[in-house]
């Protein structure tokens, strides 16, 4: 039996008109320029009759993007819900596995610890660089994507498109949007570390050119090889959709979050490659068993509880076959309150009564970090497309304008009456502890940004061979911010006459600018299924573009003084269709170079300034498609030099390196369908050596060492309406380090081998 599943995003003119003018017919329309209209925003059909998925996607949803991926110059990857489904991926970190050198390496700073989606990408934070539908989506949280058709991850400087971005790019993901006909999917899901979740889609159509679409999930996880940790969430995401298949189509679109986690803190690491000594004196410690992996040292009061909802309008309308209207509006708002412990076995905090017997060692349960903050976002966006026919040259036009208001508040959580939590055994730490007293401090702070932004896009087509894409964008921005925060410590300001820790005037401050960002791409086609191209772009963050926090600090970016961080990339590249056009194959050399760093005075030490450089620079391979009917893949290899060029080492062994960024990863899925109905495949994951940030603790590793995973899947169709899905995840058990901190305290250790079972169904 055929199953048929649609994409948002549209076809090629000719395909989509072929595709237009079949449903059409079907529907028994005969207007035939109702027929063009609807050819040019129908979306396109995938059947899947007895074989493997397609994981390939040639066209990204936004209207920014006038090309199909074959002719935008440009290092993209899309991952779409057929390789998520197959994965068992369930969050954005997970789906992110399958774009090479992308991921969560960083698990934060001292004694704190980073929440969410913490991804870095070619060398840079990227976590401030998450869009929805093409909006801005805040907030330091795990996204599922449970609601989502795709995964769009573009590499490079994203400015033009997205505004201001980190330097080496942005993921954007596209929600799920009714469609006519009807059907109903559902999974349910079980697995080690006692994984539960289910899901369901239900597509409704209300009338000729109306539909309704739900979907939900629910889930009560663990982690597999992680004692206490959870991942409890739930969420509805209800849509309608009217003027489907005609001229003027609207999208209405709800989705409601809401998560009860219990947050890893990591573990010690202790005993792995790399660890000496805290301290000295006890060089013993560096000589000490590495501690179990699955350990949890926080307590029974620690948990990540979030709240997400947004509410998103787009109308779409034709004016003609070649000219398109559309605008979005968009509400959201993130609620987040967490406590976790996080810990740094220091010489201080690590006690050792009987250095003979490491069952005595205890780490102190020293750093309760707090967070209690909401994002909200109010945005709107217009855009119109234009197709031009010219005697020699042919137009794409895609212009527009944008709207939007962010806000960040967090409240100050602190500990009461000198309240602590008992230390924790290093060997066996026991959770079952709470007691600790905290309560809301009086501190606070406030940010707010308006941006008003402009953009344009203009491709052109000299013949068949010659191609131009050309994009500016001019950004107005304004960022506000105020605060209240504690006097003394190491980082608060002078308490004066005041007793320490009173709560005292913070940073009040206001940065406004502009930020003009441009593309401009030449694109050569030696045949109508390759290309070949030289991108060049610019991208700019300004100070507290990433968290719209602002810093008094003279050594932080967010200092409302300084200038835009800036990045510039040149990238050459060429992307080929093979076999037939089923599988899209992809090479570029590529170099971003990131300026206004900072360095410090070398006699002033007081003193920065902005002429610090850092660098990214390799080659990404990438192929994605089918090698025979039967026989889908999606691979990827990158490799990534990251260093400072101009400025103080960032890495704790003292080189050049970029932290966090591994030297070389590579990412591959693939899956066969066999004749009898059973699908089987799997994947393998590598991601290189990665070194650890710059910090004064002493005698921990400087490094996570490179590691190799290996995953497989089976499928089989039980009926027409019910298949069986099993995923084996680690299937070698390598124990691996995933994630570590800047100080080299804690890590994230990798999910060690384990079974997911899911059950699917089909109606």
Known sequence: MAFITARKHTLPTAAALLAGMAVAQTAGAVDTDAQIAQARTLPGLKVEANRAPDYRVDTLSS?????????????????????????GATTLTEALRNSPGVGTFYVGENGSTSTGDAIYMRGFDTSGSIFVDGVRDLGSISRDVFNIEQVEVTKGPDGTEYGRTAPTGAVNLVSKQPELGQGVTASVSYGSGQQRRSTADWNQQTGEHSAFRLNVMGQNSGVPGRDRVKNDR???????????????????????????????????????????????????????????????????????????DMFTAIVQHDVSPDVALSNTTRWGRTRQDYLLTSFMASAANLLTPDPADPSTWTVARSNPTFKHQANRILANQTNVTAHFDGDTVAQDLSAGVE??????????????????????????????????????????????????????????????????????????????????????????PACGSLPAGSIVPGVDARKRGTLPNYKLGVLYKPTTNSSVYLNLAQSQEPPGGSTLTLSGSANSLDN?????????????????????????????????????????????????????????????????????????VSAGLTTMDATVQNGAAVA?????????????????????????????????????????????????????????????????????????QLNLYNLFDRSYVAAINKSGYRYTPGAPRSAMLTVNFRF
């Not at 819900?81 to 994965?87: G, I």
């Not at 000295?280 to 000490?288: E, L, N």
């Not at 230390?423 to 007691?435: E, N, Q, S």
């Open 403 to 492: 709207l939007s208001q962010e806000k960040a508040t967090t409240i100050g959580v602190a500990t009461i009456d000198g309240s602590t939590w008992p230390a924790a055994d290093l060997y066996h730490p026991d959770a079952g502890v709470g007691g600790l007293r905290y309560a809301r401090n009086g501190a606070y702070s406030s940010g707010k940004t308006n941006t008003v932004a402009a953009y344009l896009f203009d491709t052109l087509k000299f013949g068949r061979h010659w191609q131009v894409n050309a994009g500016a964008r001019l950004d107005r921005y304004g960022t506000d911010f105020s605060s209240m925060v504690v006097c003394g410590g190491r980082r608060g």
């Open 652 to 724: 704790e062994d003292g080189s050049d390196a970029l932290a966090y960024t591994p030297k070389s990863a590579f990412t591959a899925w693939t899956t066969y369908h066999l004749p009898f109905g059973l699908t089987v495949g799997g994947g393998a994951r590598y991601s290189g050596k990665l070194k650890r940030g710059s910090d004064g603790a002493i005698g921990t590793p400087a490094y996570a060492d490179a590691y190799w995973v290996v995953d497989a899947m089976a499928s089989y169709p039980v009926s027409k309406h019910l298949d069986l």
């Open 560 to 632: 409302p003084n300084l200038d835009p961080q800036k990045a510039r990339t040149i990238e050459l590249g060429s992307k080929w269709n093979l076999l037939d056009g089923r599988l899209l194959v992809t090479g570029a050399l590529y170099r971003t170079t990131v300026s206004n760093e900072l360095v410090q005075d070398p006699v002033d030490t007081s003193v920065y300034y902005q002429i610090g450089k850092k660098q990214v620079q390799g080659v990404e391979l990438t192929a994605v498609g089918e090698i025979t009917r039967n026989w889908a």
């Open 234 to 308: 739930s969420g509805v995401a209800p849509s309608l959709a009217f003027g489907i298949g005609t001229p003027t189509r609207v999208y209405l679109d709800a989705l409601h979050v809401k998560q009860t986690n219990v947050p890893d803190g990591g573990v010690s690491t202790i005993g792995l490659p790399g660890y000496t000594s805290p301290d000295p004196s006890r060089p013993f410690i560096g000589d000490a068993p590495k501690v179990d992996p699955g350990n949890f040292y926080g307590t029974s009061q620690d948990h990540d509880d979030v709240t997400a």
């Open 63 to 87: 209207p920014k993007f006038t090309q199909p991926l074959l002719d935008t110059p440009q290092t993209i990857a899309v991952i779409s819900k057929e390789l998520l489904q197959e994965q």
